[in-house]
């Protein structure tokens, strides 16, 4: 599952305690939990590989332009 959710936007929807929802939420899928934001196994995995690409073909890469292509 593609998950992205970052807790201050949680906070001005009313949830006062975003971490505790999003585990009550998505009990089944494989979850991250950051200091800003949560991030599921899809972008995670996206994510590692687009560094993976960078590294290798020593170049730039926009993160923000890949999590909107998810």
């Given at each position: 599952?593609?998950?992205?959710?970052?807790?201050?936007?949680l906070?001005?929807?009313?949830?006062?305690?975003?971490?505790?929802?999003?585990?009550?939420?998505?009990?089944?899928?494989?979850?991250?939990?950051?200091?800003?934001?949560?991030?599921?196994?899809?972008?995670?995995?996206?994510?590692?590989?687009?560094?993976?690409?960078?590294?290798?073909?020593?170049?730039?890469?926009?993160?923000?332009?890949c999590?909107?292509?998810?």
């Amino acid at each position: 599952m593609c998950v992205f959710l970052e807790y201050d936007t949680l906070a001005r929807l009313g949830i006062s305690e975003p971490q505790s929802f999003i585990k009550k939420r998505f009990k089944a899928d494989a979850v991250e939990y950051l200091s800003s934001c949560c991030v599921g196994r899809l972008i995670r995995d996206q994510i590692e590989s687009e560094v993976d690409e960078v590294i290798s073909s020593k170049c730039w890469s926009d993160m923000m332009v890949c999590l909107r292509l998810l």
